[in-house]
């Protein structure tokens, strides 16, 4: 239930953050981070590419209340979080109006969520700008579905020193 971030500093070599757990630690670093995943800006018409998105946001759905069922409270309150968010007003009506406009659904969807959190990051407000890996985890996860995959997990090699912006459930 706790959460590192790793934010670069001045000097390449080194990272200043967040601790998970005090102590000392020795072993090989593991960063982690989710792949970028590729869109293509054009849709093939508004229907089509509604209806992927709305597939896409179901099928992420129905993922995250099964982890919810066995997560930790803290975990389960992220998940919670994720879920209102795949039913936001205003995330739906950007993605909707890029797809009008003849967008992909992933191209729609990866503009609205960016544009929020990118609007949560000018407030200022440090809790409000931590919700931004929400949703940039939120869009990967759709993003996955929409290419058709399973979002990816990663394993963490045994004895490593786990490094990340940010941790989601």
Do not use: C, Y
Request: charge should be neutral; hydrophobic fraction near 45%; glycine fraction near 8%.
């Amino acid at each position: 239930d706790m959460l590192t971030v790793a934010r670069p500093s001045g000097d390449p070599a080194r990272l200043t953050g967040v601790i998970a757990s005090r102590g000392i630690a020795s072993g090989r670093a593991f960063r982690l981070h989710a792949q970028e995943i590729a869109v293509t800006e054009a849709g093939r018409g508004a229907g089509e590419e509604t209806r992927a998105l709305d597939v896409a946001r179901d099928r992420v759905r129905t993922a995250l209340a099964r982890r919810a069922d066995s997560a930790g409270r803290a975990a389960r309150e992220v998940i919670e979080a994720h879920l209102e968010l795949l039913d936001d007003t205003a995330l739906l009506e950007a993605a909707n109006r890029a797809i009008a406009a003849g967008k992909s659904a992933g191209f729609a969807w990866r503009g609205a969520l960016r544009a929020s959190a990118a609007a949560l990051a000018a407030t200022g407000d440090a809790r409000l700008a931590e919700r931004g890996a929400d949703l940039e985890d939120l869009e990967h996860q759709v993003l996955s579905m929409l290419a058709g995959r399973a979002p990816q997990s990663m394993t963490v090699p045994d004895g490593a020193i786990l490094l990340a912006r940010d941790l989601t459930p």
